[in-house]
C-alpha cells in the first residue's frame, strides 16, 4: 500500500496508552490495588488489555488489506509485516495467559498454603487433572492431523491453536446467544420503574438468605478457629505462628467482650493432631468465606440502596421533586454530586433515562437479529449478511473495501458480540462460587475472569470476520496467522462455517424461557431465571416478604442514623445483617412478631419517603391474612360466623341442650357455642376467637 502510515502510528499508540488506562480504572474498580501483589496485577492487566487490543487490531487489520486509495476516506492501516508481528504478539500472550499462567496463579492465591513452594505445588495437582485431560483430547486430535496430512512441522501447531479455538468459539457461541436476547430484554424491563422494582423485591428474599448462610458459613469457621486458638501451647510454634494469622485474618481478637464466636458445628470439629494440610485447607476456606460474605454484602447493599432509589421516584411522581436524601458512604464522586435541582433530577429519572433505555433496547434489539440473521447465511448466501453489508463500502469497486467509516462500524459490531457475551456471565450458574466485588474481588476469581475473557475474545474475532467476504478477510493478517491453520483440515473447515449457526439453540432458550420450563421439570436450572415464580408474593421467595426485607432494612438504617453520640459524632449505619442483629439484641423475639404489625416510631429526622414505606407495610401486614384467603376457605370462614351468630330467641324454650359436638356447654348459658367456639361443629368450618370478632 503506497503512502506513510506515520498518523496510524500515532493513533495505534495513543489507543494503546487509552486501553491501559481504561484497564487500570477497571482493575482499581474491582481489586484493592494496594494490597494486591504485583505477580497478581500484571497477568491480569494483560489478560485485559490484550484482548481489547485485539478488538481494535481487527478493524486496523481489514482496512490494511482492503482500504480505499482516497486520502479523505481512507482508514487507520499499518504495514503488514508489523500487524502479523501484532497479531503473533497478542494470540500467543493471550494464549499462555489463558491456558497455562492464569489458571496457576488462581489456584497458588487459592491454596491456603504460607510457603510459595507448597502453593506452586498444590496448584500444579490442582491444574494437573484439568492438563491430563486437554493433553488426551489433543492427542487424539494430533493422531487425526497426521492421518490427514501428514508429518509435517505446522501440523502441531495448527492442531494447538484449532484446539483452543473451537473450545472457546464453543462457549462464544453460547454465552452470546444468551446475551444477545438478554441485554436489550433487561434494558427493556428495567425503563419501567414500577416493574424493576417488583423484580428487585423479588430477589431480595434470595439474596438475604444467601447472605445469611455466608454469615453462618464464618461464624463456623471462627469458631473453630477460636478453638485452636485454645489449643496453641500444645502445637508447634510453626503452627502457632499459622494460628495467629488465621486470628488476625478472622478478626477475633476485635470482637466486642459481649459478643460470643459461635461454636463450631456441622461437624466442623478440631483434629487430634495439626497438620499443614488441615490449616491450608482452613485458610482456604476461611478467605472463601470472607469473600463470599463480601460478595452477598455488597449486592445486599446495592439491591436495597436501588430498591429504596426506585420507590422514591415513584413517590415524586405528585409533586416531580426528587431527593434522594444522603449518600450512602460508598458512593462514587459522580453519586454525590449535587447539581440537579429535585424538579430537573425527578424528570432526568423519570423521563430521560427510561427513554434513553427504551432506545438503546430497541438498537440492541435490532443488532442481535442482524447478528443471528449473519450468523445464518454466512456459509449458504454471504453476500445477504448484513454485517457485511455495514462493513464493506464502495461497492463500485471489483472487491469492495473498507475505509475509516468501515472501520468504526466494524469496531461496534464487535465490541457489541464481546459485551453480549460478558453479559452472561451474571446469569448463567455454573462458576461456582465465583463473582466480581467492588473492591474486593477474590484473587482466584479475578484470574478466573480475566481468563475467560481472554479466552473467548479470539474466536468472537475471527467469528467476526467470516461475516464479511471472502475475497476480503481472506486477505487479512489475522486469517494468514490464525484461520489458515483452523481450516486446515475438513473438520476444522466445517466446524468454523456450521458451528456458529447453533446459535440459535440459546437464543431460542432465552427467548422463551425454556431455561423456567427445563428448571421446574429437572428442579435445577443452568440459567438465572428474573421471572417471578411467585406472582402472590407469599411463601418462600415471594415480592412481599422482599419488600418487608428492605423496608426493614431501611428502617434500622434510619434508626440508627438518627442516633449520635455524646460526642456529636454519627454512628455508621450497619448493613445487612448487622441491622437485623442490632434490632434482635434490642427486643426479644415476641417483641418483634408483635411489633410487626404496629407502627415503628419515626425519628425527626428520617425522611417521608421511609415514613411512607412503613406505613405501607403496616397496612399490608394487617391485611396480608385476608389477601391469602382462597374461595374455599372464604365460604367456610362465612359458615362458621353463620352459624356462631344464631342464637335461640327467648320466647322459645329450651327444649334440648345443644350437644357438645355442636359447640354446647354443659351449662345452658347466654354463651353457649361462644365460648368453646373452637370445638365442636364450629372447627369443621376453621374456627374463630371466643371475642366476639366476626371474619368478612
Request: with cysteine; hydrophobic share 40%; glycine share 8%.
Amino acid at each position: 500500500m503506497a503512502g506513510s502510515s506515520v498518523g496510524s502510528d500515532i493513533f495505534a499508540i495513543v489507543t494503546l496508552v487509552v486501553v491501559s488506562t481504561f484497564v487500570l480504572l477497571l482493575l482499581r474498580h474491582f481489586l484493592p490495588l494496594r494490597a494486591t501483589p504485583a505477580y497478581l496485577l500484571v497477568p491480569i492487566f494483560l489478560a485485559l488489555a490484550l484482548p481489547i487490543s485485539i478488538i481494535l487490531l481487527v478493524p486496523i487489520d481489514l482496512a490494511s488489506t482492503s482500504s480505499t486509495n482516497d486520502e479523505a476516506t481512507r482508514g487507520i492501516w499499518l504495514p503488514e509485516a508489523v500487524l502479523l508481528v501484532a497479531w503473533r504478539m497478542a494470540y500467543w500472550l493471550t494464549f499462555t495467559l489463558t491456558w497455562f499462567i492464569l489458571p496457576l496463579l488462581g489456584q497458588y492465591v487459592d491454596s491456603g498454603y504460607r510457603a510459595p513452594k507448597d502453593r506452586m505445588l498444590y496448584s500444579i495437582r490442582s491444574n494437573a487433572q484439568y492438563q491430563l485431560i486437554v493433553l488426551g483430547c489433543g492427542t487424539v486430535g494430533l493422531v487425526y492431523v497426521f492421518l490427514q496430512n501428514g508429518f509435517e512441522g505446522t501440523s502441531v501447531k495448527s492442531l494447538v491453536m484449532a484446539l483452543a479455538y473451537c473450545w472457546g468459539l464453543i462457549q462464544a457461541i453460547y454465552l452470546m446467544g444468551h446475551g444477545l436476547v438478554a441485554v436489550p430484554r433487561r434494558l427493556f424491563r428495567n425503563a419501567d420503574g414500577s416493574s424493576r422494582l417488583r423484580r428487585i423485591q423479588s430477589q431480595a428474599p434470595k439474596v438475604h438468605e444467601r447472605l445469611e448462610d455466608a454469615v453462618i458459613e464464618l461464624d463456623e469457621l471462627e469458631g473453630q478457629i477460636s478453638q485452636l486458638q485454645k489449643r496453641k501451647p500444645s502445637i508447634s510454634r510453626d503452627h502457632q505462628e499459622w494460628i495467629e494469622e488465621l486470628v488476625d485474618i478472622s478478626n477475633l481478637a476485635t470482637h466486642r467482650p459481649n459478643q460470643t464466636v459461635m461454636p463450631s458445628v456441622s461437624g466442623l470439629s478440631v483434629p487430634a493432631v495439626i497438620t499443614d494440610r488441615y490449616l491450608a485447607d482452613l485458610t482456604r476456606k476461611l478467605d472463601r468465606a470472607r469473600h463470599k460474605r463480601m460478595r452477598f454484602h455488597d449486592a445486599w447493599d446495592r439491591l436495597v440502596q436501588q430498591a429504596a432509589d426506585i420507590q422514591s421516584m415513584i413517590d415524586a411522581a405528585p409533586s416531580q421533586k426528587l431527593d434522594f436524601g444522603r449518600p450512602r458512604p460508598t458512593a462514587s464522586r459522580l453519586e454525590k454530586l449535587t447539581v440537579l435541582s429535585p424538579y430537573l433530577r425527578y424528570q432526568l429519572y423519570s423521563r430521560v433515562i427510561p427513554l434513553i433505555r427504551i432506545s438503546c433496547a430497541s438498537i440492541f434489539t435490532m443488532a442481535s437479529i442482524c447478528i443471528v440473521w449473519s450468523e445464518i447465511v454466512k456459509f449458504a448466501f454471504p453476500q445477504l449478511s448484513v454485517i457485511s453489508l455495514t462493513v464493506v463500502h464502495h461497492r463500485d469497486s471489483e472487491d469492495g473495501k473498507i475505509g475509516f467509516g468501515g472501520q468504526l462500524i466494524a469496531a461496534l459490531w464487535l465490541i457489541y458480540m464481546c459485551c453480549a457475551a460478558l453479559a452472561s456471565f451474571d446469569d448463567v450458574k455454573v462458576w461456582g462460587n465465583r463473582a466480581l466485588v467492588r473492591r474486593n474481588t477474590y484473587g482466584e476469581s479475578a484470574c478466573w475472569y480475566a481468563g475467560q475473557i481472554a479466552k473467548l475474545t479470539v474466536p468472537l474475532a475471527y467469528n467476526f470476520v467470516t461475516f464479511l467476504p471472502r475475497s476480503i478477510y481472506r486477505e487479512t493478517a489475522f486469517h494468514q496467522f490464525l484461520g489458515r491453520l483452523i481450516i486446515l483440515t475438513p473438520l476444522g473447515k466445517g466446524f468454523d462455517y456450521f458451528f456458529p449457526i447453533f446459535i440459535l439453540i440459546p437464543v431460542c432458550a432465552t427467548l422463551f424461557n425454556l431455561y423456567g420450563r427445563a428448571k421446574s421439570i429437572l428442579g435445577f436450572g443452568i440459567v438465572e431465571d428474573d421471572e417471578e415464580e411467585n406472582p402472590s408474593g407469599f411463601g418462600t421467595g415471594g415480592w412481599r416478604e422482599g419488600r418487608d426485607l428492605i423496608e426493614r432494612e431501611l428502617s434500622g438504617r434510619s434508626n440508627l442514623e438518627s442516633s449520635t453520640p455524646l460526642d456529636g459524632r454519627t454512628i455508621s449505619p450497619p448493613t445487612g445483617l448487622q441491622t437485623a442483629n442490632f434490632e434482635g439484641r434490642q427486643q426479644a423475639c415476641s417483641d418483634d412478631q408483635r411489633g410487626a404489625l404496629e407502627p415503628r416510631p419515626i425519628p425527626s429526622g428520617q425522611s417521608s419517603n421511609v415514613r411512607q414505606q412503613q406505613q405501607r407495610s403496616t397496612a399490608v401486614a394487617q391485611g396480608t391474612e385476608e389477601e391469602d384467603e382462597g374461595v374455599l376457605s372464604g365460604f367456610a370462614h362465612r359458615v362458621r360466623n353463620t352459624i356462631d351468630t344464631v342464637e335461640r330467641p327467648a320466647w322459645i324454650p329450651d327444649f334440648v341442650k345443644r350437644p357438645k359436638w355442636m359447640g354446647g356447654i354443659d351449662n345452658n348459658t347466654e354463651q353457649s357455642g361462644r365460648a368453646d367456639a373452637g370445638r365442636g361443629l364450629g372447627r369443621w368450618f376453621g374456627g374463630r376467637p371466643g371475642d366476639g370478632r366476626v371474619r368478612l
